[in-house]
């Protein structure tokens, strides 16, 4: 009788020594210094009524160019706040309050921008909701952002830019309300909006 044998051979593997990956890294916020001209004052100076003037006044608008530097490349928004508005007061959205003394209301006031530019390059203020314009002025509206396009003449197409030197020139359009054979006592324009610029990466 032969006898057959059967080897069975079983592999043992060993443990595999590994090793871990970690991917670590902080996003730091762009540190941004905001140089507002005149502290961001607009001073109309000292205004008189014309005689037989009455309704809406129109002042000369005043135009001053704002500046923001970024420590490090960063995309910039305004959201600006009225901070005299007045619940009930028909002024329509896009404008700000000019304050007043109790319930008599001075007027208003249009926040535009215009000549916007980072580094350099010129680019488009939007404004959510608002047309866009090339030229000329483009209206802030109150709790609304405006951020900045680039051109399509500039790149592939047009979208939002990121940059370093931010420059703006923001003009201060205001109207005073004054009613028919309406005697005013002296009073100051007392107009006051936050401009909240957020920045991201």
Same mark, same amino acid.
């Given at each position: 009788?032969?006898?057959?044998?059967?080897?069975?051979?079983?592999?043992?593997?060993? &443990?595999?020594?590994?090793?871990?990956?970690?991917?670590?890294?902080?996003?730091?916020? #762009?540190?941004?210094?905001?140089?507002?001209?005149?502290?961001?004052?607009?001073?109309?100076?000292?205004?008189?009524?014309?005689?037989?003037?009455?309704?809406?006044?129109?002042? #000369?608008?005043?135009?001053?160019?704002?500046?923001?530097?970024?420590?490090?490349? &960063?995309?910039?928004?305004?959201? #600006?706040?009225?901070?005299?508005?007045? #619940?009930?007061?028909?002024?329509?959205?896009?404008?700000?309050?000019?304050?007043?003394?109790?319930t008599r209301t001075l007027g208003r006031y249009l926040l535009g921008v215009s000549n916007a530019r980072i580094d350099q390059m010129a680019v488009i203020p939007q404004t959510s909701g608002q047309p866009t314009s090339r030229s000329g002025i483009t209206t802030l509206v109150p709790g609304v952002r405006t951020r900045w396009l680039v051109p399509e003449n500039n790149v592939t197409r047009a979208g939002s830019s990121a940059g370093r030197l931010f420059s703006v020139d923001i003009t201060v359009s205001p109207r005073l309300t004054l009613h028919d054979n309406e005697a005013v006592e002296a009073m100051s324009l007392d107009g006051s909006a936050t401009l909240d610029f957020t920045f991201g990466i």
């Open positions: 009788m032969v006898g057959a044998t059967s080897l069975l051979s079983v592999g043992c593997l060993a &443990a595999m020594p590994s090793g871990e990956v970690k991917v670590i890294g902080e996003i730091a916020s #762009p540190r941004c210094e905001i140089i507002a001209p005149n502290s961001g004052v607009y001073d109309f100076g000292r205004i008189s009524r014309s005689s037989g003037t009455q309704g809406w006044i129109n002042l #000369p608008a005043i135009t001053q160019s704002w500046r923001v530097k970024c420590s490090s490349a &960063a995309y910039m928004d305004i959201i #600006p706040q009225d901070n005299r508005f007045r #619940p009930g007061a028909d002024m329509g959205a896009a404008y700000f309050s000019l304050g007043g003394n109790g």
